[in-house]
């Protein structure tokens, strides 16, 4: 069983629908948990970064993070093209343990 | 946020050759700089841990003789990929954390092709 799951999709959505993108782990020791968007060949951009259980909001994106269930989400409201990339979650323990990733999920977003 | 600035992005080398790569941390410090591989469509695969000052660590089935790495301030680390070879094609990303924090901020990649 790998650390992280993520679908890889694809995820295809018409524009102005609200996306959920999913991950779940298994080590229960992670307490930091990220969202990156990589666009096709180009390096992972941070989107979202929280630390322990709870919400967090950043324009029309929303991360969820469920440590009782092991499972974090992102939200994207009104989503556009532009958004059509891949997302990909991480956590790390922290401390200087390493980060691991998801395979990460293609979006695309169908004006 | 922090800037993670990494070249070339991308280089074309014949087979036998060696290639560097730079990461440098452009508004930051960073004790620990880390290279990832990734393959067309897939996730990120760590190479090895890059230590300012001592050797980097490598990942398990990660020839470190092939693929030198040298973090020789806190501001840059360099990948180089030496006699590379045509499978050693793919884009090799760096990142680096500011000390303290745990989020990493990644470079724009480089895409190498080995012919």
């Known amino acids: 069983q790998k650390e992280v799951e993520q679908d890889p999709g694809p995820l295809s959505v018409p524009e102005g629908a609200i996306v959920s993108l999913n991950c779940t782990y298994s080590?229960?020791?992670?307490?930091?948990f990220m969202w990156y968007r990589q666009y096709s060949r180009k390096g992972p951009e941070l989107l979202m970064y929280?630390?322990?259980?709870g919400n967090k909001e950043d324009g029309r994106f929303t991360a969820q993070v469920d440590k009782s269930s092991k499972y974090i989400s992102l939200f994207i409201r009104d989503s556009q093209p532009s958004d059509s990339a891949t997302y990909l979650c991480?956590?790390?323990?922290?401390?200087?343990?390493?980060?691991?990733f998801g395979a990460g999920t293609r979006l695309f977003v169908k004006a | 946020g922090a800037v993670v600035s990494q070249h070339p992005s991308w280089v074309i080398c014949k087979s036998g050759t060696s290639v560097k790569i730079e990461c440098r941390s452009l508004?930051?410090?960073?004790?620990?700089m880390f290279w990832y591989r990734q393959f067309p469509k897939q996730s990120l695969m760590l190479m090895a841990t890059?230590?300012?000052?001592?050797?980097?660590?490598?990942e398990q089935g990660v020839e470190k003789d092939k693929f030198l790495i040298n973090h020789a301030s806190l501001t840059l680390s360099t990948l180089t990929v030496t006699s590379a070879h045509p499978e050693d094609s793919s884009f090799y990303i760096c990142?680096?954390?500011?000390?303290?924090?745990?989020?990493?901020?990644f470079g724009q990649g480089t895409r190498l092709t080995v012919v």
């Open positions: 890059s230590n300012e000052g001592s050797k980097a660590t490598y």
């Open positions: 991480a956590m790390s323990a922290g401390g200087g343990f390493k980060t691991i």
């Open positions: 508004d930051f410090q960073a004790t620990t």
């Open positions: 929280t630390y322990s259980s």
């Open positions: 080590n229960s020791a992670f307490q930091y």
């Open positions: 990142s680096a954390s500011p000390a303290g924090n745990t989020e990493a901020f």
